[in-house]
């Protein structure tokens, strides 16, 4: 997950999803703060990495599916936010966030994981 980047963006959070799944089968996630951009997902790179549209998107409140792809096959999303009060606004600094809320700054999150997705 380390050697996936956003070009123009700044990595600031590392997770693994604390979500229902068996802990092997759990995404890992990256938050990227940068520029907005129509465009983000073309900006996400990796070695092995391969990003285009989604054929959907699965519709959550906070956030909007910009890409789906593959790497070392396992699945990635990657997600913008698109709210003012995410959910998980406490990953970002209170200066990423008031730019955020102010639509100068771009949230993305970059998920990998190798399960259902």
Known sequence: MSQISVR????VHDYVDPG???AEERAAVA???GPPDDNAVARVSGPGLVVGAPATDPAFPDSEMIGYGSWHD???HVDRWKT???P?????TTEHLTAFRA???SVLSIAVGCGGG
């Open 8 to 11: 123009g963006y700044e990595r």
């Open 20 to 22: 229902t799944a068996p």
């Open 84 to 86: 003012s009060d995410p």
């Open 88 to 92: 998980m606004s406490y990953q970002l």
């Open 74 to 76: 396992c699945f990635v």
């Open 103 to 105: 639509g100068r700054l």
């Open 31 to 33: 938050i990227f703060a």
